[in-house]
Nanobody
Framework: QLHFVESGGGLVQPGGSLTLSCTVSGVNVEGYGLAWHRQAPGKEHEGVSCINSANTTYYGDFVKGRFTTSRDNAKNAVYLQMNSLKPEDTAVYYC?????????????WGQGTQVTVSS
């Protein structure tokens, strides 16, 4: 059973920065993809970033160079550095660990951390 501890969310002014952290226990994440997703009130769940086991990164189109994801397998952790934050970035951000095994995709989720961008 995977257990996630997410931190780093909070209130920030437009143009500010936050770094989200997610530590996973119960498994060695080295073979997992690690992602961040978000969901704002009244909006659909959307993918923010993903970093695979080869350290290749992917971002949602709306990120446009503002966010950077990284991982530290020794700490079983994934991070999301967010710069130039906008009010529309306000959402609950969820950490995700995923892998394909024998043709089946497995997804595991953290409990979420609130990010609010407001003046």
């Amino acid at each position: 059973q995977l257990h996630f501890v997410e931190s780093g969310g909070g209130l920030v002014q437009p143009g500010g920065s936050l770094t989200l952290s997610c530590t996973v226990s119960g498994v060695n994440v080295e073979g997992y993809g690690l992602a961040w997703h978000r969901q704002a009130p009244g909006k659909e769940h959307e993918g923010v970033s993903c970093i695979n086991s080869a350290n290749t990164t992917y971002y949602g189109d709306f990120v446009k160079g503002r966010f950077t994801t990284s991982r530290d397998n020794a700490k079983n952790a994934v991070y999301l550095q967010m710069n130039s934050l906008k009010p529309e970035d306000t959402a609950v951000y969820y950490c995700n660990a995923n892998r394909d095994f024998l043709g089946k995709k497995y997804n595991y989720w953290g409990q979420g951390t609130q990010v609010t961008v407001s003046s």
